[in-house]
């Protein structure tokens, strides 16, 4: 008889491939999974630690899931709970001493465990904890069948990192920097292919760091990588994050022209635009050093667009270092981008820095960041209207009839009448721009070329606000 299994996901990409790969981990063993937990024989909560808030929110989920597991134990069931990701990595059996009724507390490097775990605490009644740090196993053990769930698929290609900003918690909870072999990479991409897959994303923590082996035992960069992939017949859009400044290396800026498939757009996180902060944060790179990158890859790939990760009121951050952020965005005009206010997080070297900024000073920063970077982000969204883009087509919108996808700089379009091209990669003429989503028309039949259209380049000139 089958198992009913919810697993709620937090955080980055890499969770969300975590929770697909632990959904393969117990399929054999029955587990079928459902999209809520009431009636759920397991709950997996796959958490993220990257700032408080995340974390918190883990908490307040378990709470309630305490009311589901006892009303099942009143008709005599039992539901197990697991806390997985990087909470579980970062706090351990203390997850346990807090919320006595979870089962298991599962690090990110031990999913291929879980159905021992759940043998184990099934036999035992006893709350169990697994937190070995062993990348190299995790990925032999998982297992080789993988499901692929409509037209695009994640492949994890690189975990951990050695950057050690000292904002963050990665290198503590993912551990240190680990690529995966290039011949196991290819596998699980073609498989997914295969299985009707044509948009492929590489994940890693820092995946510009990618240096596995090939089996000939060569070490193959991100760049190599992106070339073998390329040829997988059938793959039609590949895009890699998140990537690290400091890991933009020549060969990599020249694939961006060479592979046309390789989307052109691109996740670069800067996190500030003051060369003092960076360097507090201990990010190996200036302001200038990624605005180069930025000019680089823009020569390499004229059409490419960009997104980026900001931090404000890290500690220490004052008027002027917040300026030079906004001058860094004015430069470089992104595409979209994410604003977060600095969160202390517990053993890493920021948090106990002299100097942190108060939370109305964040607040008032994020406003005036957010603000300017919506508006960047509008103006990019307008300057698709008119064009033509390859859209792949996801999942259904909110009306009857309609379908949303997904442009080559990961815009949401929105069709109306639109529902039989799910999954498909069909060209659209962009008719309407918003903040967060396009509309358009359908143009012509299925699309078997990924490149869009050349089209006028997004202006960095944006007038600050
Ligand atoms: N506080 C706020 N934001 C953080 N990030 C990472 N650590 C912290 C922190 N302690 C942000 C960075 C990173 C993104 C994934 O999360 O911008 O790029
Ligand atoms: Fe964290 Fe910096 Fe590593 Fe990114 S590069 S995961 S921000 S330590």
């Known amino acids: 008889m089958s198992k009913k299994l919810y697993i709620k996901t937090y955080g980055c990409q890499m969770n969300v491939y975590d929770s697909t790969r632990m959904g393969d981990v117990l399929a054999p063993f029955g587990y079928v999974e459902a999209d809520s937990p009431e009636g759920a024989d397991m709950v997996i909560l796959n958490t993220c630690h990257i700032r408080e808030k995340a974390a918190e929110k883990m908490y307040s989920d378990l709470g309630r899931l305490r009311i589901e597991k006892n009303a099942q134990a009143e008709q005599g069931k039992r539901m197990l709970i697991a806390v997985a990701g990087c909470v579980a990595q970062a706090e351990g059996e203390e997850i346990i001493h807090r919320m006595p009724y979870v089962d298991m507390v599962v690090g990110p490097q031990s999913y291929h465990t879980l159905p021992d775990l759940i043998a184990e605490t099934e036999r035992t009644h006893a709350s169990l904890t697994r937190l070995e740090f062993v990348e190299e196993q995790k990925f032999d053990l998982l297992p ?10 994640f492949v994890s290609i690189q975990e951990g990192c050695d950057k050690f900003c000292t904002f963050c918690v990665v290198p503590y909870t993912r551990g240190a920097e680990f690529s995966r072999p290039v011949e196991a990479i290819l596998r699980e991409a073609r498989t997914h292919v295969s299985q009707g897959a044509v948009e492929l994303t590489l994940l890693g923590q820092n995946v ?3 240096h596995g082996r090939d089996a000939a035992g060569n070490e193959v ?3 190599q990588l992106l070339t073998m992939l390329a040829e997988i017949p059938g793959l039609t859009r590949l895009r890699y994050t ?6 933009v290396d020549a060969a990599l800026i020249r694939a961006h022209g060479e592979i046309d498939i390789l989307m052109p757009y691109l996740h670069l996180p ?3 635009g003051s060369d003092r902060v960076l360097k507090a944060m201990n990010r190996k790179h200036t302001a200038a050093d990624y605005i180069g990158i930025i000019e680089q890859l823009r020569a390499a790939r004229p059409e490419i667009a960009f997104s980026s990760d900001f931090i404000v009121g890290f500690p220490g951050e004052t008027d002027a270092d917040f300026e030079d952020t906004l001058k860094l965005v004015e430069t470089v005009g992104f595409a979209s981008a994410y604003v977060f206010k600095y969160s202390p997080r517990p053993g890493t070297p920021a948090a106990d820095k002299a100097g942190q900024v108060e939370e109305s000073v964040k607040d008032a920063r994020m406003r005036t960041l957010m603000d300017y970077l919506d508006r960047q982000k509008l103006r990019f969204n307008q300057s698709k209207i008119g064009t033509v883009q390859p859209v792949l087509m996801e999942r259904k919108g909110k009306k009857p009839g309609q379908g949303i996808g997904k442009t080559p700089y990961m815009q949401s379009v929105v069709l109306e009448n639109a529902v039989h091209y799910d999954q498909q990669l069909i060209d659209v ?4 721009a918003y903040g967060q989503s396009l509309k358009g028309e359908v143009v012509g039949a299925a699309s078997t070329e990924a490149a869009p259209v050349q089209e006028a380049l997004f202006s960095s000139a944006d007038a600050r606000p």
């Open 208 to 210: 510009n760091a990618y």
């Open 429 to 432: 003429r962009i008719t309407e």
């Open 270 to 272: 800067v996190q500030s």
């Open 221 to 223: 960069g991100l760049a």
């Open 144 to 153: 080789e069948s993988l499901q692929t769930q409509g037209a695009t698929a």
């Open 242 to 247: 998140t990537s690290h400044p400091r890991d």
